[in-house]
């Protein structure tokens, strides 16, 4: 959705991604000078073209993770999705709705790129204070197709990224297509919204820096509702740089709620009073974190505890195909970085070997967990029809027998 495309368009170019729209600090696990030379050179070939999936990167600008696993990441604002499908108005559950998609802006730190998901790779998260359970399938190689379900007592939340990018020589702008969709339980509401176009700017002169613009419409499709949010697109020496606006319109098109912010530090509410004018007090719908981040790879701490950690008991109830169990990843998070080199090899031969040999037998690659269906208002869905869960439960009874 969302932060997923802020580590691809970092990693893509080996850049330090620093979302404060100013040149890094310490630089804790920056890429080297002259490996981004190097790099540079590579991507010289392709300006002007979708490079998303045209060219194989070098392992060292990965960092261990998945594109799978990034794309869990905004579960960490799990605390405001529950809180918009508790509230009563259709307006406050939209108004925490534009906070938690400003709060996936506010928290990419990091400086590589995530592993590509392979054909068929699965990753899982059930959190481990049993608010929600998240699963996620790549469901296309070309193009790069990631969704997932996240469910939970309050919302089921539906996902999809399908990657667009371009290379502009000393820019490259990343668009995400795909709808993604939002059930309110307590009301039986259905929300979707879209996606925002992220820019990394200065990739061969200059300091680097990230701009995230665009309009964000998350519409309430039940009652006709929906918010607006204006992602400001950084002007002449930052002008106007993280500023985000936004109206809370009900059906008939009248404003019921303003709002105002950065997306990098918090996001304000003010009730529009009958006059049309905003209330002199607001609510503070979220504030950015302000915890340290210490650790080699620039993981937040909740990444750490739910998305990279693996041991050994979790080992034995993971299916084949999740992403913490890839050779690359597992290699390069312990520092060897010539094992992982391999190992990303390895997969993407075997990946390229199995579609040789489904063209060569005439078949079309099945999806396990999630089909593809057509829907007569959205023209086409990812519903979850797997038996994931069931098996999972299956693995975890024999790992507990044993």
Known sequence: MFSGALNYMKGLVGTNENLQVEESGDNKGDIEPEQ????????????????????????????????????????????????????????????????????????????????????????????????????????????PIGVSETISEDYTLQLETLLKSKFYGNSSEVEIDGTNHFFNKKTNHHYTWNHLVTCCHNIIIGSLWLDHYGDLVIENHTTGSKAVLKFAKSGWLGAGRYGVTGEIVDCEGDVRYRITGKWNESIQLFQVMDNGSSSTTSTCLWEASKEPINNKFLFPRWVEENVIDLNDEYKKILPVTDSRLRADRIALEEGNLDVAAKEKHNLEEKQREDKRQRVAENKEWETAQFKKVDDAKFGYRWNYCGNYWEEREERVKAAASN
């Not at 590579?42 to 990167?57: A, C, F, M, N, P």
């Open 36 to 143: 981004r030379k190097g790099l540079l050179k590579q991507l010289s070939s392709y300006v002007g073209k979708d490079i998303t999936s045209l060219i194989s990167l070098p392992v060292w600008i990965f960092e261990p993770v998945s594109f799978l696993q990034v794309m869990s990441e905004p579960l960490q604002y799990n605390a405001l999705l529950s809180k918009a499908s508790k509230q009563d108005s259709e307006f406050l559950c939209l108004a925490y709705l534009a906070a938690f998609n400003c709060a996936l802006y506010s928290t990419a730190v990091r400086t590589r790129k995530p592993f590509n998901p392979i054909l068929g790779e699965t990753f899982e998260i059930v959190d481990k204070k049993g608010e929600f359970r998240f699963l996620a399938e790549q469901v296309s190689h070309h193009p």
